[in-house]
């Protein structure tokens, strides 16, 4: 049941999805209770999945009645990427890589909802995670930090974004290979300092 709800969601009928991914959990939650699986862990996710574009759809396609129906369905996909998020631990605690995911998808779901503190939260917890786990600051650091300075941006925070910025590209000038750079590493660089001159045009 639960991979036909992922069937379902990847052919865009998302109440079908819900009802097969939510008779699913009603049968997994007991069974898996003190023995975690990914089977759960994917249903919890597809769920919050489902009930997300299903409310996003439902605001584009301005059904009657949809802003209530939508609101509810938000709800219910942010109480499904918190339970992905804390069954996630469960299946392997001591990765903390594991919730990266779903803290991504609950920053996504805050913005799409305008909860910009919530969403500003999550994305530095995504920061600080892989702070935690990348001995040598790598790509999910790096790119943590880009969709953090870009959501600064977006919300006009130009001291904040301006800091990010110069936190990111730290990270590429203070490789131990910064000389022998890719060419797309060079022009990711580049992109990085254009953003930022952008930013202090803005702060004058």
Same mark, same amino acid.
């Given at each position: ?13 998302? +109440? !079908?999805?819900?009802?097969? #991914?939510?008779?699913? /959990? ?13 089977? &759960? ?11 997300? +574009?299903? *409310?996003?759809? &439902? ?7 949809? +802003? ?13 990427? !918190? ?26 779901? @805050? ?6 503190? +919530? ?11 892989? !702070?935690?786990?990348? @001995? @040598? ?6 790119? *943590?930090? !880009?969709?953090?300075?870009?959501? #600064? ?18 990270? #590429?000038?203070?490789? *131990? ?7 797309? /590493?060079? /022009?990711? &660089? ?9 930013? @202090?045009?803005?702060?004058?």
């Amino acid at each position: 049941m639960s991979r036909l709800g992922a069937t379902y969601h990847q052919l865009r009928e998302f +109440d !079908k999805a819900i009802k097969d #991914y939510e008779n699913s /959990r009603v049968i997994l939650e007991p069974l898996l209770a003190d023995e975690p699986a990914p089977i &759960l862990f994917e249903t919890y996710h597809g769920l919050a999945h489902s009930y997300h +574009d299903n *409310a996003t759809e &439902l605001t584009a396609g301005r059904q009657s009645t949809a +802003d209530a129906v939508a609101a509810e369905q938000l709800s219910k996909a942010e109480e499904y990427y !918190k339970k992905a998020a804390v069954y996630q631990q469960k299946i392997k605690s001591d990765n903390p890589l594991l919730t990266v995911v779903s803290l991504k998808n609950l920053a996504q779901l @805050y913005l799409d909802i305008g909860r910009f503190d +919530d969403a500003e939260q999550n994305l530095k917890a995504v920061v600080d995670v892989y !702070k935690t786990v990348e @001995y @040598y600051p790598g790509a999910g650091l790096e790119d *943590a930090l !880009k969709e953090l300075a870009e959501f #600064y941006r977006n919300r006009s925070r130009s001291e904040d974004a301006a800091r990010t910025y110069n936190e990111l590209i730290d990270l #590429y000038e203070n490789n *131990a290979n910064f000389y022998h750079l890719e060419p797309q /590493r060079i /022009r990711e &660089l580049a992109d990085n300092y254009s953003e930022l001159g952008q930013i @202090y045009i803005a702060m004058k």
